[in-house]
């Protein structure tokens, strides 16, 4: 997805970057570029498509060996109740045939909308919001009221196998209609609408260029600083990513923090309220008590079947001996949980002040965040902009010749994009406070760190509110060197789409990596850095980060004032 996005959000707009846009609409030929682009799009696109999807087989045949292309798909475990009599190999047609239907329909929507934006900007923020909806429907459990949802998570479309593995189906007034066959007529048809939509596009008209409407309005005189940032956020449409970020990160801040409502966990909380506070005898002297109670009742229970079959109790009794039964069968894996804690916290060094029976559910899902992927990808749009901007225009010569197009030039981008990682920092940490306040109790936070099991080997012997506060100024300062980092890039590489694509890379690899606990690269980790979920773990990446983001600075800085220059 993010190479079709990479290739093909400037397919139109290359023409406009030329300034050949003009030029292609009086030429005879030109009515035909058009068509040529789709063709090309959906050409390259099922190609890329074919290749990506097929490249994983022969390291699978050298690595574990492949099974028959001749047995019966429902032989795989997931594919039971697949309704289609396939083989393995004719399946696995049918699965790039869908996968290239899929992304060919992503391609073109994302030209199309390049096509009528006349900006990248719109087809990535396109993009972003598509996957994190996709996400977040994905992530909808089972047994919530939604989970109908989730069949329409283009994440799981994207991966093919839910129109497959078994039978859904669709309430289309009233009727029910077939998941699998619904979703390729829709998919074919939104190809032939954002194709036609493409097609009817009728620019005859001159153009004129964005440089040529700056040239017809008259403004006053205007500081550097709000000329960069009146460049970034309005010309090159920064505002739309600001707030498609900000929409989107309320929405999955509201979905991450939502609280867990299943039994067990209601439960336990019950059980932690009883207990909330320091470790005393008396709490520990309960859940032994508690334990006795929970244990005999459970193992009797044979016991008093046989005797209410054998009458030797009543009703009465039984009943009675039941409801206790039910208590204690609903609460016991709840207590074994408190059990786990209690064990846990009784063998706390000593050392260690404040410990306490506290649920501590929202602050450890503020410190557990693995990467902070909406600020990532703000950073990604926006400060890959900062320079590319001159480059693709043509204007950076032209601006390095004027008495402040240098030094004062890149002072003042630095500047705004610091700004800019401060502003978001700060909006996107109050709409998880936000959040967090609204659906957890966290009046805990003067109790020891190690009081949280996940931390139980860190070496720092301080309360809870001090380590957030830390968290968050080491979170900080990782915000500040991604944006850094990335506008530097956009200076070295001249280019808005390589910018993007190499941030990308940079910022990813070692994010995924780890996640498959693979830490080599985690010294070199940005997102470890803006979300250090241990912070006393990554000292040395902290470091690196910080001194190669310095190094790309004093490069990117140079490159820009010239070798030569003598101020």
């Not at 050409?43 to 045949?61: D, K, R």
């Not at 006053?220 to 600083?225: E, I, K, Q, R, W």
């Not at 402040?404 to 940490?429: D, P, W």
Request: net charge positive; aromatic share 14%.
């Amino acid at each position: 997805m993010l190479v079709s996005l990479g290739i093909f959000c400037n397919a139109f707009t290359v023409d406009r970057h030329a300034g050949i846009t003009n030029l292609l609409h009086i030429s005879r030929m030109g009515g035909k570029v058009t068509r040529t682009k789709l063709c090309y799009i959906a050409t390259l696109s099922s190609v890329l498509t074919a290749a990506y999807t097929l490249l994983p087989l022969p390291v699978f045949a050298l690595s574990t060996g492949l099974s028959s292309a001749k047995i019966p798909i429902q032989a795989l475990d997931d594919f039971t109740y697949c309704r289609f009599g396939l083989t393995v190999g004719q399946y696995l047609v049918l699965y790039v045939i869908a996968r290239i239907i899929i992304f060919a329909c992503f391609s073109l929507c994302i030209a199309v909308i390049d096509q009528y934006a006349g900006n990248e900007m719109p087809a990535f923020v396109f993009a972003v919001l598509l996957v994190a909806s996709g996400g977040v429907l994905r992530g909808i459990e089972p047994v919530s009221k939604y989970y109908f949802l989730q069949k329409f998570s283009v994440i799981e479309l994207a991966d093919i196998n839910i129109l497959f593995t078994k039978f859904r189906g669709l309430n289309i007034f009233n009727l029910c209609a077939d998941y699998t066959y619904v979703v390729f007529a829709v998919l074919i048809s939104l190809i032939v609408l954002i194709s036609s939509i493409s097609l009817i596009k009728r620019s005859g008209s001159y153009i004129i260029t964005k440089k040529e409407r700056k040239g017809l309005l008259s403004r006053g005189a205007m500081s550097l600083f709000a000329a960069e940032g009146y460049k970034l956020f309005v010309c090159e449409a920064g505002m739309y990513i600001l707030f498609a970020a900000l929409l989107l990160k309320c929405i999955l801040s509201a979905a991450y923090y939502r609280p867990e409502t299943n039994p067990l966990e209601v439960i336990y909380i019950e059980y932690i309220e009883k207990l909330r506070g320091p470790v005393t005898e008396e709490k520990l002297q309960y859940i032994e008590q508690e334990k006795d109670y929970i244990d005999g009742i459970l193992n009797s229970y044979p016991q008093m079947q046989s005797s209410y079959q054998s009458g030797k109790i009543s009703y009465d009794e039984y009943k009675s001996y039941t409801n206790r039964y039910n208590y204690a069968n609903y609460s016991k894996n709840a207590f074994k949980r408190l059990y786990e804690r209690k064990n846990y916290l009784i063998e706390v060094p000593e050392y260690y002040e404040n410990v306490e029976f506290i649920y501590e559910e929202g602050i450890e899902r503020m410190l557990a965040v693995p990467i902070d992927i909406v600020a990532v990808m703000t950073a990604i749009f926006i400060c890959g902009n900062a320079f590319a901007v001159e480059y693709n225009s043509g204007f950076s010569k032209i601006l390095r010749l004027t008495k402040k197009g240098r030094v004062i030039t890149f002072r003042a981008k630095a500047k705004l994009i610091m700004l800019t990682a401060v502003l978001i920092y700060a909006v996107f940490s109050l709409t998880d406070l936000y959040n967090l306040l609204r659906n957890y109790d966290i009046d805990y936070l003067s109790a020891n760190i190690v009081s949280m099991p996940r931390y139980a080997q860190t070496d720092m012997n301080i309360d809870i509110l001090s380590y957030v506060m830390i968290y968050k100024t080491i979170s900080f300062a990782g915000y500040i060197t991604c944006f850094l980092l990335i506008m530097s890039l956009s200076v070295l590489l001249e280019n808005h789409i390589k910018t993007i694509i190499i941030s990308a890379a940079v910022i990813f690899t070692p994010f995924i990596t780890e996640y498959y606990n693979i830490e080599v690269l985690r010294f070199i980790s940005i997102p470890y850095f803006m979300s250090p979920v241990y912070i006393s773990r990554g000292l040395i990446t902290y470091i690196v980060c910080g001194v190669l983001t310095a190094a790309f600075m004093i490069k990117a800085y140079y490159k820009w004032i010239g070798r030569r220059y003598v101020r």
